[in-house]
């Protein structure tokens, strides 16, 4: 089905990244890898990890009063709020109700996205959706995480993920300007649990048995992450383009989710885009998931390395497996 959004624009973004720093050489000491392995499969150097009285809720909102800020809104402005996350507070009540209190934005409906590392753009379409018909004016997206607290800090994969948040105002845009398309898929025909947490749902509550056998932290399938990804994303993206009538020479930037620096190469290499238009930070902060792509939009934009007129390509792939991509023409 086609999916054409138009005339929605981000107007205002923020992020928030917690103090608290695990580099590959401390996670050296406390499991069983290696830097040298993390830098070059990877492109890890560190992450950063939330404090003991941390949440996500707590991160998701420092990235939303900086993102309303920066849009030169104040709280009574927006009207919804979506959050991104596969790591709610509780659940329940979702993660953007605790946000709509914790900035006080009483004037907002509220509610969560569960895509894992697709959530944001997830999320963005959604909001994108509620401004193209009318029914609200600002969208507050948020895509925040806090892995480190479903990680098996005795497992090799504990390398993978960081914590962070992102986010970002859509409000309504001219027709020369503001998302051009988006295309979302869900494929859960092919090894849907290469990255699960098994326990604590409705299927396997968490009790002693689970705990004792660790289940309350996720489980991932490196290989099936790679082979997902390089399949997917590129599928996805050449549909966008297709959809805008666009060639992969318009695009100017990529802002990616951030799984590995050896998926966003191949991805580039497969659909042709040279790398230096693909957009990182996993460096710093390794895979924050749904806080991944409005964390890496925050940066780059208050970098000044997005000019005005600049076609940006969005592109994530996440647990289940959810993917999808979308351009936007910056204004």
């Known amino acids: 089905m086609r999916q054409v959004v138009k005339n929605v624009k981000i107007i205002g973004t923020g992020s928030y990244i917690p103090e608290t720093i695990y580099t590959n050489q401390y996670l050296e000491t406390i499991i069983p890898t290696n830097d040298a392995w993390i830098r070059e499969n990877l492109g890890i150097k560190e992450r950063h990890i939330v404090a003991d009285n941390e949440t996500t809720s707590d991160l998701a909102a420092q990235a939303a009063i900086r993102a309303v800020q920066d849009a030169r809104l104040t709280v009574d402005d927006i009207d919804l709020i979506i959050v991104a996350t596969a790591t709610p507070d509780r659940k329940a009540p979702s993660t953007a109700a605790i946000v709509q209190d914790k900035i006080k934005a009483y004037n907002a409906a509220a509610f969560d996205i569960s895509a894992v590392c697709s959530g944001f753009l997830f999320a963005m379409s959604v909001g994108s959706q509620y401004i193209a018909s009318g029914v609200y004016n600002h969208v507050l997206v948020i895509g925040a995480d806090t892995f480190s607290r479903i990680i098996d800090w005795e497992r ?53 048995e689970a705990l004792a056998k660790r289940l309350q932290y996720f489980q991932m399938d490196g290989r099936a992450v790679f082979d997902s990804a390089v399949s997917v994303l590129p599928k996805a993206i050449s549909q966008v383009l297709a959809d805008t009538g666009l060639s992969i020479e318009d695009i100017d930037l990529m802002i990616p989710h951030q799984p590995s620096i050896k ?25 924050t998931s749904g806080g991944t792509i409005p964390i890496l939009l925050d940066e780059v934009r208050k970098s000044g390395k997005i000019k005005s007129g600049n076609i940006i390509l969005f592109a994530a792939v996440g647990s289940g497996w959810t993917y999808g991509a979308a351009i936007i023409k910056w204004e």
């Not at 497969?270 to 238009?277: H, S």
């Open 263 to 287: 998926i966003l190469r191949k991805t580039a290499e497969i659909i042709g885009l040279p790398f230096e238009k693909v957009m990182t930070n996993m460096d710093k902060y390794a895979n």
């Open 156 to 208: 090799r994969d504990a390398v993978f993920f960081g914590d962070g948040a992102g986010a970002a105002v859509l409000s309504a845009a001219n027709v020369t300007e503001g998302f051009l398309a988006y295309r979302l898929y869900t494929d859960s025909s092919n090894k849907k649990f290469g990255f699960t947490v098994p326990a604590g749902g409705s299927e396997m509550p968490i009790n002693e």
